[in-house]
Structures are given as C-alpha cells and as structure tokens.
C-alpha cells in the first residue's frame, strides 16, 4: 500500500493582493492628490465634518476656486467611502 502526501499550498492571498490593479481614485482623491498638503488637510477635515455643517456643494466650490473638478455625488459618495478611493476589491 502506497500512501500519497499531498503537500500544503502555500497562502499567496497577499501576493494576489498585491498583483491587482489598482484602481484610479474618484474625482474628489484625483483632486485632492493635486492640492499642496495644507489644502488637501483642509478638505479631508471639511469631508469628515458633518455634511448638515459643511456641504458637499461648498467643497466643489472650494475645490473648483483651486482648479479642481468633481461634482456633488462625487464628494458624497468620497464622505462614505464608497468610491474607488476606498474599494478593496
């Protein structure tokens, strides 16, 4: 009688993790990642304040009096985190 060993697969869930494309940000990260840091400081606090106290309009104004584009879905969908900007897949 013969008996076989199969050998363990090795995890390579990190390697696959790490393989994947990444993903291009929203409009709102494309902004941000073009603001100097003092800026991009103040929009991330302005996006994690409550929306009822700064609107989602007001931070495409702001970011459109510096050169950047998005829209008020893309800023809520950013708040959420629901945006490529945070997608694990």
């Known amino acids: 009688m013969t008996e076989t060993t199969e050998k363990p697969t090795p995890d390579l869930s990190a390697f696959f993790r790490l393989s994947r494309p ?3 940000p929203c409009a709102l990260g494309f902004g941000r990642s073009q603001l100097k840091p003092v800026e991009r400081e103040q929009l991330d606090a302005a996006c994690d304040t409550d929306n ?3 609107t989602a309009s ?3 104004e702001w ?3 510096r050169g950047q584009t998005a829209n008020t ?3 809520v969908s950013h708040r959420k985190r ?3 900007c945070y997608d694990e897949s």
């Open 63 to 65: 970011l459109g009096q």
């Open 22 to 24: 990444k993903k291009k």
């Open 73 to 75: 879905n893309n800023v």
């Open 58 to 60: 007001a931070i495409v």
């Open 82 to 84: 629901m945006c490529s």
């Open 52 to 54: 009822g106290i700064i």
